[in-house]
């Protein structure tokens, strides 16, 4: 995990108050210094059924909130610590993040019903992984916007990705501010293509982007990594 980084799958997350006052996230979600119990093993039948484990979430199962936070709590707070450079804010973002699945599980079940055809499509890590980048995106706009800051455009550039710089593990500094320093959206592309590993098309469902649009997102972002790599003066 990334340095500085809060593994939420551990049990520790503190559940964020829920001012709807109408569905409140389980007493079990607040961390306690008490060691958290190991979970019990899924049923097999909802090892790879996100529509089942959405109906649990519906019928308000604290077990099942548990089970998607081991499933993608880690990856969640990498890409919300990738997105914000800061440990506290991207932990934030994660437990709104869950908050937000708690509250729309009845109508995510409701479209995807187990046992249907919709069932097959849903993933909700896929869903996760949307909400968190757009919140992140969010603060990063709101904060800027206070700070008086300007929006940075997102200009065509030609000039080809310095790889070498998101690849080489001496250089993870420089590659961590350079990448905190690309406008929102770049950024993003950045985290979910090369940090998360992300196929293009499930980086693009994340931001809401179709692939097209996706792709040409991610070749300006590349090349925006290049251009502050060669003000650097470290270009290959």
Do not use: C
């Not at 340095?3 to 520790?12: L, V």
């Not at 080809?160 to 592309?189: C, K, Y």
């Amino acid at each position: 995990m990334t340095q500085g980084a809060k593994d939420i799958s551990s049990g520790s997350v503190v559940a964020v108050k829920d001012t709807t006052q109408t569905a409140p996230l389980p007493t079990a979600m607040i961390a306690s210094p008490e060691p958290v119990p190991a979970r019990e093993a899924p049923p097999a039948a909802l090892k790879g059924d996100d529509a089942a484990w959405a109906a649990l979430l519906a019928a308000r199962d604290p077990a099942a909130l548990r089970e998607m936070i081991a499933r993608h709590g880690a990856a969640l707070q990498r890409i919300a610590y990738r997105m914000t450079g800061d440990a506290h804010e991207a932990e934030d973002i994660v437990q709104e993040a869950l908050l937000r699945l708690w509250d729309h599980a009845p109508a995510i079940a409701a479209r995807h019903p187990a046992g249907g055809h919709a069932a097959g499509q849903l993933r909700l890590g896929g869903w996760l992984q949307r909400v968190v980048t757009n919140l992140a995106i969010d603060r990063l706009r709101r904060a800027r916007r206070l700070s008086g800051g300007d929006e940075v455009p997102e200009g065509e550039d030609e000039s080809p990705l310095a790889d070498a710089l998101l690849e080489a593990g001496e250089r993870d500094d420089l590659a961590r501010s350079l990448v905190l320093a690309l406008p929102e959206r770049q950024r993003a592309a950045i985290v979910l293509t090369y940090y998360e590993e992300l196929p293009n098309a499930e980086a693009a469902a994340a931001m809401d982007m179709n692939i097209k649009a996706f792709e040409s997102l991610l070749h300006r972002a590349r090349a925006a990594l290049r251009q502050a790599l060669a003000a650097q003066g470290d270009a290959p």
